[in-house]
């Protein structure tokens, strides 16, 4: 802006990492263990790919000077526009006995009948069919991040 500004802007845009997709899950049960566990079976390493990934970066500084030392303060807002960019895939296994919603499609201000803020039996989206299947949600990474900061020249 002048010799006193500086304002940047970066776009950073890439591919789709690859990663191993689940394609299914069995139970196993040892012989002597009375516990017992669910596996996952790997589909074809790196046979999927997430998302592609995309964020804006808007920066500001103001270059300043006190008796001989520089300082600069900046404002910095990483992932502007807040895109929820798949950092990996969790796989869970719900049941559709246990009352609660496994597969993570109840919402609060639309099926929350008794206004209690948590999933019940009876609910919409509450022990469905899907819930006793594996089932994938995507854990993001780099949410809105405001950065505030001095730095010092001496």
């Given at each position: 802006a002048?010799k006193?500004?500086?304002l940047?802007?970066?776009?950073?845009l890439?591919s789709g990492?690859?990663?191993?997709?689940?394609n299914g899950?069995?139970?196993?049960n040892l012989p002597?263990n009375?516990?017992f566990?669910?596996?996952?079976?790997?589909?074809?390493r790196?046979g999927?790919?997430?998302?592609a990934y995309?964020r804006?970066?808007?920066?500001?500084?103001?270059h300043?000077k006190?008796?001989n030392?520089?300082?600069?303060?900046f404002?910095?807002?990483?992932?502007t526009?807040n895109?929820?960019n798949v950092f990996?895939?969790?796989y869970?296994?719900?049941?559709?006995?246990n009352?609660?919603d496994d597969?993570?499609?109840?919402?609060?201000l639309?099926h929350?009948k008794n206004?209690n803020?948590?999933?019940?039996?009876?609910?919409?989206n509450v022990d469905?069919?899907d819930?006793?299947?594996?089932?994938?949600?995507?854990?993001?990474?780099?949410?809105?991040?405001?950065?505030i900061?001095?730095?010092f020249?001496?």
């Open positions: 002048n006193k500004y500086e940047s802007w970066k776009w950073t890439q990492q690859a990663y191993t997709p689940i899950y069995f139970m196993e002597g009375p516990e566990q669910y596996r996952t079976i790997p589909g074809t790196n999927g790919r997430y998302p995309h804006l970066d808007l920066g500001l500084v103001r300043s006190f008796r030392a520089k300082f600069d303060v404002f910095q807002i990483i992932n526009y895109r929820k990996r895939y969790v869970n296994l719900g049941s559709i006995y009352g609660i597969d993570g499609d109840w919402d609060v639309k929350d206004k803020k948590r999933p019940d039996v009876g609910e919409t469905e069919a819930e006793g299947r594996i089932q994938r949600q995507p854990l993001n990474i780099f949410p809105i991040i405001p950065t900061g001095i730095t020249e001496f």
